[in-house]
């Protein structure tokens, strides 16, 4: 079962945290996985962060958001060749 959640904009709070640089984030789980999709900014500039959750274990890739757009293309590359099997 698949389930996707936006979470849209963050709001900031009171509190410093790590994740303070969030801008947006959106939430797909997927049976026993959640992944989180985050769209972030830092003194390089900003990036899409991508966190798998299973269990305890996390796992994260971090993509430049100016390769953004070449991501998602790639991305509906392989949709589109999984869909022709």
Do not use: H
């Amino acid at each position: 079962m698949l389930y996707y959640i936006s979470m849209g904009r963050t709001t900031p709070t009171l509190f410093t945290t790590v994740d303070d640089d969030i801008i947006c984030t959106e939430k797909i789980i997927a049976d026993r996985k959640t992944f989180f999709i985050d769209l972030k900014s830092n003194a390089r500039g900003r990036v899409v962060r991508i966190t798998e959750k299973v269990s305890s274990n996390r796992d994260r890739i971090m993509v430049p958001a100016e390769i953004l757009d070449d991501f998602i293309e790639a991305l509906q590359d392989i949709r589109r060749a999984n869909q022709e099997k």
